[in-house]
C-alpha cells in the first residue's frame, strides 16, 4: 500500500508565494485573536484557586453558582469537568484563598445530594503564574534560538531562518486556535507547544537533508526544482508519520482525560499546522531568501550517511 | 554478503533489552498498601516493637501480609486498604508517641529483583495522590533580621570595647548599618574593632562623622543561601514528624522550597505542622525544689515539672533564660576529651542576656527545653487540626563559666546525638518566614484514574500504531512494530533504573508521543528502502541503503527534539517535568530501539540470502 506517492515531482514552488501570503495571513489573524480576544490563561499562568469535586450523580451546574456566589464566590467560574458527575471551580487570586479549598466543598456539600468528594484543589499564587508566563516565554525563546543555531551549523543560515520562521508560525497559529476557541492555555499545553516545536522542526529538517542530497545528485536542475524533488520524495514519510503521530494523539485525546485534552488538542493541531509548514513554507523561505547550491556543498564533497556506521 | 547481524549487534540488543527488561518488570507487580513505622528521635524499631504490634493486630483480627524490620524502620504490608487503615489507628494507639506511622504504598517486588536493586517507577502526585507546596522563603524579612542583629551586636562590641558613639541605627532597605560618632579618633576606633572581628563587611566613612557598614555581596549571598538551607532542614524535620513516606523536599530555584507529600489528603494539618514552630528554651533546674514532693502534686510556686526524654522527671525554674531564637547557629564537635560535644552561637542581644544569666550560675545546672507543636486528632470548631505544645526537656548540663555569644552544651550520649541535638537547635530557629505561593491537593482516586487513564491512552495509541504499520508496510511494518513495542519496555526499564526520574500523567502522555517519534525513524528507513528498490536495487542493497542513509536524517531530528525536551525540563515543575523527561529518554531509546533492534530482526530475516522480493 502506497499513499501520495508521485513518480513525477510535484511543483510546490509553484505555490512559494501564496503560502507565504496565506501563512502570514494565518499568523496575523492569530495574532488579532490571541491580542483582542485574549487567551484563557489557566491556573498554572494566573494564579487562584481550582476545586475538583466529584458528585455520585449528576451535578446541578445552576445550584452549584447560586450557592457559592451566596457564600461569598460570587466570581466562581463553574463547568463541567470531563463528565457531568465531576465539577470544576475556578476563583481568582484573593486574600483568604488558603481556606476557600474547603469552604466551597463546604458549601457544595450542603446544596447537593449525596457525597461530594474532594478530587483535586489546586491554589497558585498570582505572582508564581506571573513568572512561569515569563519563564514559559523564555523556554520557547530559547528552544528558537537553539534550533535556529543547530540549523545553521548543520545546513546553512537561509535554511535555519525558513525553518525557525516555520516554527514560529506553528506555534503562534496554535495559540491563535487557543485564543479563539476559548480553550484553556494550562502549563501542559505549553508543554506541548514546546513539544510541537521539537516535532515540527523533524519534518523541516528531513526535507532540509533530502534537499542537500538532491544538489549533489542532480547537478543540471534548478534550486526550485531541487526542492519540489526533495519536497516530493519526503512528502510521504512527512504525511506518514505525522498521520501515525495523530493517530497516538486522538487516542489520547478521546482516552486521556480531562486533564490532557488541552495537551493532546495543542499538538494534533499543530502538527497539522507543522506538516503543512514544512512542506509549503520552511522551503519557500529558504529559497526566497537565496538559498543556493553552493551554501550546502562544500568544495570537498563529503557523502552524507555513507561514513556514518551504523549501529 | 550484504544485511548479516555480527555478534556485536546480538550482544548489544540481547544485553540492552535483556537489562531493561529485567529492570521494568517490577512495574508489573501491584503495590502493597502497607505502614511504615518510624521511632522519632534517632532511636530504633527493635523486635520488642514488632512483636507488640503483631500481637495488638492478631487480637483485632487484622492479619498482616509481612511485618519486615530494616535499618530502623518496620514495613508492614497489608492485602487490603481498609485493613491498612484500621493498622494505622491500631498502631497508633499501641505504639504511642515516640513512633511515628506513615500509611505507604510498598512495591512489591519479588526479592531476586529486589535483590538486583530493580524496583517500579516513582509516580508523581497526579499518578498518586498527595500534596504538594511550594514555599518561598520570605527574604526580606530574613535580611531585615540579620540588618537588626548586627545593630545589636555593633552595639555591645563598642560597648565591650569601650568606644563611644552616638547612634547605631538600621538601614534595611539598603542592607547597612550606620554608626555615627562624636569624634574622628573613636570613629577611627570603631573601624579597627569592628573590621577586625567581622570580615564579611564592608566600612565605608561617609560625612559628619558616620561609619556605615554594608554586607559584602559573599556574605549577602551566603545570608540568603543559609535562610533557605536551615528552613529546607526544618521542613524536612517536620516532614519526617507527620509521618510521611516517601516525601520530597526541594530547592527550587533561589528562594522557594517544594514539598511533595504523597499520600497525604488533609492540607490544612499538614500545612499547620510546616508552618508552626519549633522551639527551644534555656531554664535553670530549680535545685531548691523538691523533686519527689513535686511528683506527688506539690510543684513549688515559681517552678515547673519537666521530662527528659528518658521519661525521667526535671524540675525547672519557671523563669527562662533564653528562648531560642536567639540561636544563629549550632554545630556538633569534639572537646578536648574527645567526648562529643555541641556548639552554639547567640545573636547579640541573646549573648547579653546570657551571660548576664549565667554570671550568677556558675556550678548550677541548667536544662535546654525542646518545645514543639505537634498536631492531634482532635479539631477545633472550624475543623481545624488542634495542635498540642509538647514540651521536652532535651539536656541537662552544669554551667562551667560565664557564658557569652558562643558557648557549648557537653555530656551529650553521642557524636549522633551531638549532631541530632545541633540539627534539632537549627531546626528550632526558623531564619525566615516561610509563605506557601502553590498549593496542589490530588486526590488518591483521581491519581487511581488518572493511571487508567494514561495507560488506556497509550494502549490504544499503539494498537492504532501497530495497525497502521501493518497494514502500510507489511512484514517489515511488523519489525518495525516489534521494535516499538521494544521502545517501549527499554523506556519504561530506563524510566525505573534512573533516579529521580518520576512518571506523571504528562509523562504518560511524553510515552505515547515517543511511540509516534519512534515510528517515525522506522518510516523514515521503510521508505527510503522502498526508494532504493523503485530504483533498482536489490533486495539487500535496498536494506543497505535504506538504513544507513536514514540514520543521519534520523539523528539529525531527533537532536533538535532533545534540545527542546532538555529546556522543557528546566522550566517546568512537578508533571511538565516528568513529561521532559520521558520524551528526552524516549528520543534515545527510540533511535536505539529504531535502527539498531529493528535492523536485527530485518538482516535475522531477509539479510545475507537471496530475497527477490520485500514485503514492504
Known amino acids: 500500500m502506497r499513499l501520495l506517492h508521485f513518480k513525477e515531482p510535484i511543483n510546490f514552488m509553484r505555490f512559494k508565494w501564496p503560502a507565504i501570503v496565506f501563512s502570514t495571513l494565518l499568523v496575523l489573524g492569530s495574532l488579532f485573536a490571541v491580542f483582542t480576544k485574549g487567551i484563557n490563561f489557566g491556573l498554572d499562568f494566573t494564579g487562584g484557586l481550582v476545586v475538583e469535586a466529584g458528585f455520585e450523580q449528576q451535578a446541578d451546574l445552576n445550584k452549584i453558582r447560586d450557592a457559592l456566589a451566596d457564600n461569598g464566590f460570587p466570581d466562581a467560574i463553574v463547568q463541567y469537568f470531563g463528565t457531568t458527575t465531576e465539577v470544576m471551580i475556578r476563583i481568582a487570586p484573593r486574600e483568604d484563598i488558603e481556606q476557600a479549598g474547603s469552604q466551597i466543598i463546604e458549601v457544595i456539600q450542603k446544596v447537593e445530594e449525596g457525597t461530594v468528594t474532594k478530587r483535586r484543589v489546586e491554589n497558585v499564587s498570582a505572582s508564581v503564574g506571573d513568572e512561569l508566563k515569563e519563564d514559559g516565554m523564555l523556554a520557547l525563546l530559547a528552544s528558537f534560538i537553539g534550533i535556529m543555531m543547530y540549523v545553521a551549523f548543520r545546513f546553512e543560515w537561509r535554511y535555519s531562518v525558513g525553518a525557525v520562521m516555520a516554527l514560529v508560525h506553528d506555534v503562534i497559529v496554535t495559540m491563535g486556535l487557543f485564543a479563539i476557541t476559548g480553550m484553556e492555555f494550562d502549563l501542559t499545553v505549553l508543554a506541548a507547544l514546546l513539544a510541537l516545536v521539537g516535532y515540527s522542526i523533524n519534518d523541516t529538517i528531513v526535507v532540509f537533508d533530502r534537499i542537500r542530497e538532491m544538489f549533489r545528485k542532480l547537478r543540471d536542475a534548478t534550486v526550485e526544482e531541487t526542492v519540489n524533488d526533495a519536497i516530493t520524495s519526503t512528502l510521504s514519510r512527512t504525511t506518514i508519520t505525522s498521520g501515525t503521530t495523530a493517530l497516538s494523539l486522538v487516542a489520547l485525546f478521546y482516552m486521556g482525560g480531562p486533564l490532557l485534552h488541552g495537551f493532546a488538542a495543542a499538538l494534533l493541531f499543530g502538527i497539522a499546522v507543522g506538516t503543512y509548514s514544512s512542506i509549503f513554507v520552511a522551503s519557500s523561505i529558504a529559497v526566497f531568501l537565496g538559498a543556493s547550491r553552493e551554501d550546502l556543498l562544500p568544495e570537498v564533497i563529503e557523502k552524507e550517511g555513507e561514513n556514518t556506521p551504523s549501529l | ?616
Open chain 2, 1 to 616: 554478503m550484504l544485511n548479516q547481524n555480527s555478534i556485536w549487534r546480538y550482544l548489544l540488543v540481547i544485553i540492552v533489552m535483556g537489562v531493561s527488561m529485567l529492570y521494568a518488570l517490577p512495574n508489573l507487580y501491584p503495590n502493597d498498601p502497607s505502614l511504615q513505622i518510624n521511632a522519632t528521635r534517632g532511636a530504633d524499631v527493635t523486635q520488642q516493637t514488632v512483636d507488640q504490634l503483631q500481637k495488638a493486630f492478631t487480637e483485632q483480627g487484622l492479619t498482616p501480609k509481612s511485618a519486615v524490620l530494616e535499618k530502623g524502620q518496620l514495613l508492614v504490608r497489608f492485602l487490603n486498604t481498609e485493613d491498612q487503615l484500621a493498622a494505622r489507628e491500631l498502631a497508633n494507639k499501641v505504639l504511642g508517641d515516640n513512633f511515628v506511622t506513615a500509611l505507604n504504598l510498598a512495591p512489591a517486588t519479588p526479592a531476586w529483583l529486589d535483590a538486583i536493586g530493580a524496583a517500579p517507577m516513582k509516580l508523581g502526585l497526579d499518578l498518586r495522590g498527595g500534596v504538594h507546596f511550594l514555599m518561598e522563603v520570605d527574604m526580606k524579612t530574613a535580611m531585615e533580621k540579620n540588618v537588626n542583629d548586627l545593630v545589636q551586636a555593633y552595639r555591645s562590641d563598642l560597648r565591650e570595647g569601650k568606644v563611644r558613639y552616638r547612634a547605631v541605627t538600621a538601614d534595611v532597605a539598603n542592607l547597612r548599618v550606620n554608626l555615627s560618632f562624636r569624634s574622628a579618633e573613636d570613629l577611627a576606633a570603631a573601624k579597627t574593632l569592628l573590621s577586625g572581628k567581622d570580615r564579611d563587611m564592608t566600612f565605608t566613612e561617609a560625612d559628619d562623622l558616620t561609619l556605615i557598614a554594608a554586607f559584602s555581596e559573599v556574605k549577602i549571598k551566603a545570608l540568603r543561601e543559609d535562610a533557605v538551607a536551615q528552613n529546607i532542614t526544618i521542613i524536612r524535620n517536620r516532614v519526617n514528624a507527620i509521618g510521611v513516606a516517601e516525601p520530597l523536599v526541594q530547592r527550587q530555584g533561589a528562594e522557594r522550597i517544594v514539598v511533595q507529600l504523597p499520600g497525604i489528603q488533609d492540607t490544612a494539618r499538614a500545612k499547620e505542622i510546616l508552618g508552626a514552630t519549633a522551639t527551644l528554651e534555656f531554664r535553670m533546674v530549680d535545685e531548691a525544689g523538691d523533686l519527689q514532693s513535686a511528683l506527688d502534686g506539690r510543684v513549688p510556686p515559681n517552678a515547673q515539672l519537666y521530662t527528659d526524654r528518658q521519661g525521667r522527671p526535671v524540675l525547672l525554674q519557671k523563669r527562662v533564660m533564653l528562648t531560642g531564637n536567639h540561636i544563629i547557629g549550632a554545630n556538633s564537635s569534639y572537646d578536648e576529651y574527645s567526648r562529643p560535644q555541641v556548639n552554639i552561637d547567640l545573636d547579640a542581644k541573646g549573648g547579653n542576656t546570657f551571660s548576664q544569666a549565667t554570671k550568677e550560675a556558675i556550678g548550677k545546672s541548667m536544662a535546654t527545653v525542646f518545645i514543639e507543636y505537634k498536631p492531634t486528632d482532635k479539631k477545633d470548631a472550624q475543623g481545624r487540626t488542634i495542635l498540642e505544645k509538647k514540651e521536652e526537656v532535651i539536656n541537662v548540663a552544669t554551667i562551667q563559666a560565664r557564658l557569652g555569644r558562643s558557648f557549648r552544651i557537653t555530656g551529650v550520649d553521642s557524636p549522633a546525638e551531638a549532631q541530632n541535638l545541633a540539627l534539632l537547635l537549627r531546626a528550632g530557629a526558623l531564619i525566615a518566614p516561610i509563605q506557601i505561593v502553590e498549593e496542589r491537593t490530588i486526590g488518591p482516586s483521581l491519581g487511581q484514574e488518572n493511571i487508567e487513564l494514561g495507560t488506556n491512552a497509550i494502549m490504544w495509541g499503539m494498537i492504532l500504531t501497530v495497525v497502521f504499520m501493518g497494514v502500510y508496510y507489511k512484514g517489515v511494518g511488523m519489525v518495525g512494530n516489534l521494535a516499538l513495542a521494544s521502545n517501549v519496555v527499554l523506556l519504561i526499564g530506563v524510566l525505573s533504573m534512573v533516579p529521580g526520574a518520576t512518571l506523571t500523567l504528562p509523562g504518560m502522555a511524553g510515552i505515547l508521543l515517543t511511540i509516534g517519534m519512534a515510528i517515525d525513524a522506522n518510516v523514515l528507513i521503510n521508505e527510503r528502502i522502498r526508494e532504493e528498490l523503485e530504483a533498482g536495487r536489490s533486495v539487500q542493497q535496498a536494506i543497505h541503503e535504506g538504513y544507513n542513509r536514514a540514520f543521519a536524517t534520523i539523528t539529525d531530528s531527533n537532536i533538535t527534539t532533545f534540545l527542546v525536551a532538555l529546556i522543557l525540563f528546566g522550566l517546568g515543575s512537578g508533571p511538565v517535568k516528568g513529561f521532559a523527561v520521558t520524551l528526552a529518554l524516549g528520543i534515545i531509546t527510540s533511535i536505539f530501539t529504531a535502527v539498531t533492534v529493528s535492523r536485527l530482526f530485518v538482516n535475522l530475516i531477509w539479510g545475507g540470502r537471496k530475497v527477490d522480493k520485500l514485503p514492504i
